[in-house]
T-cell receptor, first 115, second 111 residues
Framework: SAVISQKPSRDICQRGTSLTIQCQVD?????MFWYRQQPGQSLTLIAT?????????ESGFVIDKFPISRPNLTFSTLTVSNMSPEDSSIYLC????????????FGSGTQLSVL | KQEVTQIPAALSVPEGENLVLNCSFT??????LQWFRQDPGKGLTSLLL?????REQTSGRLNASLDKSSGRSTLYIAASQPGDSATYLC??????????FGAGTTVTVRA
């Protein structure tokens, strides 16, 4: 299993500012992901955080808006840049682990409200 | 593209009743299927993981079945309690290494 610490748990931000979300895992993991969950919706994958290289972004998400760092196998950050009210969501980091990278674990989430 | 559907979207039952939550998927070429619980404003907690070769998994009051050929999984929660009130999501990990989530079933257990 994996224990994931995600900070902050919630924040209220002003339009035009940026917020950086941190994700710390208690063990080294190869695969780490960032998801967004808009109100009343299911999860949408933002990007896969790759250690030592640029993140792989899904369609509709770009590095300028959601820069991601992954300096090592236990830590990653997601920044939500130049925020607007449409960015109000829950942001979740997750990892896949297990003998065949078959099980998904999630952090506790960051509930972001943009005014 | 894998499509995952969860029915019903919401469910309200009296305490003690058994819960039946459904998850269907369109592409049977899956690696595994995982059920999660999500409390309001929080992250996801893994409940059960079923590998594609398995028919069911059990943990305490929870039992999940998988019928890969028909593209269905069912999560059973026996003798529901108010603490079971949450949103339950299923996630399908396909053979092309894509993970697809259902929209969830929001469960309310009335005391």
């Amino acid at each position: 299993s994996a224990v994931i610490s995600q900070k902050p748990s919630r924040d209220i931000c002003q339009r035009g500012t940026s917020l950086t979300i941190q994700c710390q895992v208690d063990s080294q993991v190869t695969m780490m992901f960032w998801y967004r969950q808009q109100p009343g919706q299911s999860l949408t994958l933002i990007a896969t955080a790759n250690q030592g290289s640029e993140a792989t972004y899904e369609s509709g998400f770009v590095i300028d808006k959601f820069p991601i760092s992954r300096p090592n196998l236990t830590f990653s950050t997601l920044t939500v840049s130049n925020m607007s009210p449409e960015d109000s969501s829950i942001y979740l980091c997750s990892v896949m682990t297990g003998p065949k990278n078959e099980k998904l674990f999630f952090g506790s989430g960051t509930q972001l409200s943009v005014l | 593209k894998q499509e995952v559907t969860q029915i019903p979207a919401a469910l309200s039952v009296p305490e003690g009743e058994n819960l039946v939550l459904n998850c269907s998927f369109t592409d049977s070429a899956i690696y595994n299927l995982q059920w999660f619980r999500q409390d309001p404003g929080k992250g996801l907690t893994s409940l059960l993981l079923i590998q594609s070769s398995q028919r069911e998994q059990t943990s305490g009051r929870l039992n999940a079945s998988l019928d890969k050929s028909s593209g269905r999984s069912t999560l059973y929660i026996a003798a529901s309690q108010p603490g079971d009130s949450a949103t339950y999501l299923c996630a399908v990990f396909s053979n092309d290494y894509k993970l697809s989530f259902g929209a969830g079933t929001t469960v309310t257990v009335r005391a």
